[in-house]
């Protein structure tokens, strides 16, 4: 149960970042936005899975503003 709650947190830290950052950054278009948020999903997922393979733990990496 522990891993689910973990995916969900991981997954609004990713969306609630680029909800926030978008604007900052002036996108103001939802296709420039989609796109910054796949970008985001791609490296979390690839992070976690270098972590997993190559790191010394399992771990499952997100965005967050205090990295």
Do not use: W, Y
């Amino acid at each position: 149960m522990a891993f689910v709650q973990n995916c969900l947190t991981c997954f609004g830290a990713n969306i609630s970042v680029v909800m926030i950052m978008a604007p900052a950054m002036c996108v103001t278009e939802l296709k420039h936005t989609s796109e910054i948020l796949g970008t985001m999903f791609f490296v979390a997922g690839l992070g976690t899975l270098l972590q997993c393979t190559l790191g010394t733990r399992s771990v499952l990496s997100c965005s967050l503003f205090s990295d």
